[in-house]
């Protein structure tokens, strides 16, 4: 049981505020929103900061039920799971996602979010209306990738992202945002 009180230890240290590791549905989601905005309105967190971490952990969410890739092999069928978080520093909030990705897709997401990280406030807004305008990028599932350019606009900061090899066939993909509790763009 020591192992408990050692989690506790580290979600202190790091000042997670709610960790979820697991699967995703749609009423999962809606339970861990709900956490976390009781979270903040017991902390008495300021409305227009925690509407954007609001937003953004609602695209988290979004990606990770409709885009995490199952993985068919019985050995490493627990990441199949995915893994949502919320930490609170004193000036800022991160939101940090990760789920299973298809090697085969590794490549054009990194462009999508090299590309959003490319571009300024005023570029995500020409950038959020071309896609909106072009259709361009819809994928299979019907996303177009506005989620990830909400996020970079909403949090004012580049997304910071990871793969990490599983084996030939998927990559865990990681997914870090940080929203500044003061001096925060709309």
Request: charge should be neutral; charged fraction near 30%; include cysteine.
């Amino acid at each position: 049981m020591k192992y408990i009180y050692e989690l506790h230890k580290v979600m202190v240290a790091r000042n997670l505020i709610l960790v979820y590791e697991g699967e995703f549905t749609q009423e999962i989601t809606k339970s861990v929103l709900a956490m976390a905005e009781r979270n903040m309105d017991t902390m008495k967190e300021d409305s227009t900061v925690k509407r954007k971490v609001f937003n953004i952990m609602v695209e988290c969410l979004q990606n990770i039920v409709k885009h995490s890739d199952e993985i068919n092999s019985h050995s490493v069928s627990e990441l199949n799971n995915a893994i949502f978080m919320i930490g609170k520093q004193d000036d800022k909030y991160i939101v940090v996602s990760g789920n299973p990705i298809a090697n085969d897709k590794i490549d054009m997401l990194r462009g999508k979010l090299e590309k959003i990280n490319s571009l300024d406030k005023d570029g995500l807004k020409e950038h959020y209306k071309e896609v909106i305008k072009n259709g361009k990028g819809l994928s299979e599932k019907g996303g177009a990738g506005l989620g990830f350019i909400d996020m970079a606009r909403k949090s004012g900061q580049k997304l910071q992202f990871d793969f990490e090899p599983v084996n030939e066939e998927i990559s865990f993909f990681s997914l870090k945002t940080v929203i500044l509790r003061t001096n925060t763009p709309d």
